[in-house]
């Protein structure tokens, strides 16, 4: 039976629509920048009309860059994209679909990172790391979560991996020299102007932000010990030209607790989060 994952990031609005064997069908809206309510149900809106959303769809999973409130309807806090705090998650689906299929909340890293898993069901530890408007991981044990805080593997975006430059900056979070403040896609912004495609393809690993990156994934290779590392998001699929030289800059001294036969990839459709919501609301 068809189910339908939402993922609503921080630049633009990714769907996916899967049944069983068949093929798996997306969509997305256009990007957009700090988008007002009334601007991102619009985006929503328009998004579902690439999508032929049937009727009789049996789950629906969302992933959104937020924390819920206790009543698990309402927004509380969303700092990577303002526009969804306060809002209630039943009024935001209403503008894709009515169904009244169950709905599944998932954290953006859990869903990007089984999305991948799922059509790369690789054995043992992954550590997924979501390289967007924000970032985030995700930990999976041949698929299951492993948790650390109440709905997540730990909030590795805001880790401390400076200084990688000077002046160091700080996150959206207000944590000093984070790794989103590094690589998160408004500190590339800001960094690179309207230059940042350029950059991206002539990026190494002694720029600040793949020197950030680097010292993250060693620092995940010492709390998590994975056996593969996946970077996911729209910035883990522009990174491609560029795994070599990440994982030969992390394997530089690395530490021996690290599994030396560890494999680095990098994200093939930027659908993984959409993919995976469905998929882990359809389980």
Known sequence: ???LGIDIGGSSIKLALIDHHAPITIAASDHYNQPSPDQLT???????????IPPDITA????????????????????????LQGT???DLIAHVT?????????????????????EHPLPDRLFALSLGTGVGACVLDNGQQLLVTARSSGHFG?????PCDDPQPIGPDGGHNSLEAYIGLPALHARYGSALAGHLTTL????????????ALRIAHAIYRPQHIALLGGLGLQLAPHRDAIKAAVDEHLTCIADPAWSLHTAESSHHAAIGAARLASA
């Open 1 to 3: 039976m068809p189910a």
């Open 42 to 52: 619009a985006h929503l809106a328009r998004a579902a009309t690439r999508l032929p």
């Open 60 to 83: 629906i999973g969302i992933c959104l860059p937020g924390i819920m409130a206790p009543d698990g309807i309402r927004i509380e806090r969303s700092v990577n994209l303002p526009a």
């Open 88 to 90: 209630n998650l039943p």
């Open 98 to 118: 009515t169904s009244p299929a169950p709905r599944r909340i998932f954290t953006d890293a859990h869903a990007a990172a089984f999305g991948y898993w799922s």
């Open 158 to 162: 805001q880790i401390d991996v400076g």
């Open 204 to 215: 190494t690993a002694a720029d600040p932000p793949l020197r950030a990156l680097v010292r």
